[in-house]
């Protein structure tokens, strides 16, 4: 009987380790940043056995983030295999750039454009051609999506609105999406690389571009699957609310939802979850 089970139990378990991906590490030279900029990548069961294309996921990191992140803390390749597996998600090429530091007061973190760090600029010309020609993925709006947590659904969210025709969705988790600035700032604190990347969520606010929006840019949004999801502890819940609420008054279509939870891991491992499959429902 003992046997029996053990064998049954083994046999549930091969399509999962049938269908595992693998992570590797990557890097490239910038010309933009004049830096070496490393990221990770998720690559599917099977990749390099063929010429198979695939369609490609950006995975942004948070604020103290690295591109480690994802993989060390949020179990991407877990998650991936067991998705793809079941048959809920679909083979995809998972890209994860590094855009920061856990030093925040003295490294520059964030993805758009600030004195000395052009990082929206490394990220569509330099970085997302080349790690789509080396891993061929993406390559057109309806194979490529746009994902990331806190500071980095922020970025996605920003970077789907600037460059609509670039990603066919945005799953912004605990999306930090506008920021307050206070007035009078010191020499002292403006030589902050933290105070730089606040100006500079501030400076891209996701609220500010859709109340800005003209009827063209409105029209353009509506082409990407937007999707918002925070936890009713978390402290950026009022602001993925707002953009919910002012994208469905334009009728720009968007997904709002409200979990148990905080911003920590637990709820950003799980919203992966979801997110993958909503990515792969989206794809063409």
Same mark, same amino acid.
Request: hydrophobic residues 35%; charged residues 25%.
């Given at each position: 009987m003992k046997r029996i089970l053990t064998a049954t139990l083994l046999m549930l378990a091969l399509p999962v380790f049938s269908r595992a991906g693998n992570i590797v590490t990557d890097?490239?030279?910038?010309?933009?940043l004049?830096?070496?900029v490393p990221y990770k990548v998720y690559l599917p069961d099977g990749f390099g056995k063929g010429e198979k294309t695939y369609p490609a996921v950006y995975l942004l990191h948070g604020l103290y983030g690295t591109c480690d992140d994802w993989d060390r803390r949020g179990s991407v390749k877990l998650v991936a295999d067991e998705l793809i597996g079941s048959g809920e998600a679909i083979e995809m090429v998972?890209?994860?750039?590094?855009?920061?530091?856990?030093?925040?007061?003295?490294?520059?973190?964030?993805y758009f454009n600030v004195p000395g760090w052009r990082y929206e600029d490394f990220f569509?010309?330099?970085?997302?051609?080349?790690?789509?020609?080396?891993?061929?993925?993406?390559?057109?709006?309806?194979?490529? !999506?746009?994902?990331?947590?806190? @500071?980095? *659904?922020?970025? &996605?969210?920003?970077?789907s609105q600037r460059h609509p025709d670039c990603f066919s969705s945005c799953y912004?988790?605990? !999306?930090?999406?506008?920021?307050? @600035?206070? *007035?009078?700032? &010191?020499?002292?604190?403006?030589?902050?690389?933290?105070?730089?990347?606040?100006?500079?969520?501030?400076?891209?606010?996701?609220l500010a571009f859709i109340?800005?929006?003209?009827?063209?840019?409105?029209e353009r949004l509506r082409t990407v699957r937007w999707f918002f999801d925070c936890g009713d502890d978390d402290f950026l819940l009022g602001l993925s609310m707002h953009i919910h609420l002012k994208m469905r008054d334009k009728k720009v279509k968007s997904e709002l939802?409200?979990?148990?939870?905080?911003?920590?891991?637990?709820?950003?491992h799980l919203a992966l979850r979801e997110a993958?499959?909503?990515?792969?429902?989206n794809f063409d």
């Open positions: 890097s490239l030279r910038s010309r933009i004049d830096a070496t998972i890209i994860m750039p590094n855009a920061g530091h856990p030093d925040i007061h003295h490294v520059q973190n964030g569509f010309q330099e970085l997302m051609p080349a790690v789509e020609q080396k891993y061929r993925a993406g390559g057109a709006k309806g194979k490529r !999506a746009v994902m990331g947590l806190s @500071m980095g *659904g922020g970025g &996605s969210t920003v970077y912004a988790m605990s !999306a930090w999406l506008d920021q307050e @600035m206070d *007035g009078a700032v &010191s020499e002292e604190e403006k030589a902050d690389k933290y105070y730089l990347v606040r100006q500079s969520v501030h400076d891209h606010s996701t109340d800005q929006a003209d009827e063209d840019t409105l939802r409200v979990r148990n939870g905080a911003h920590n891991w637990e709820y950003w993958l499959p909503f990515a792969s429902r």
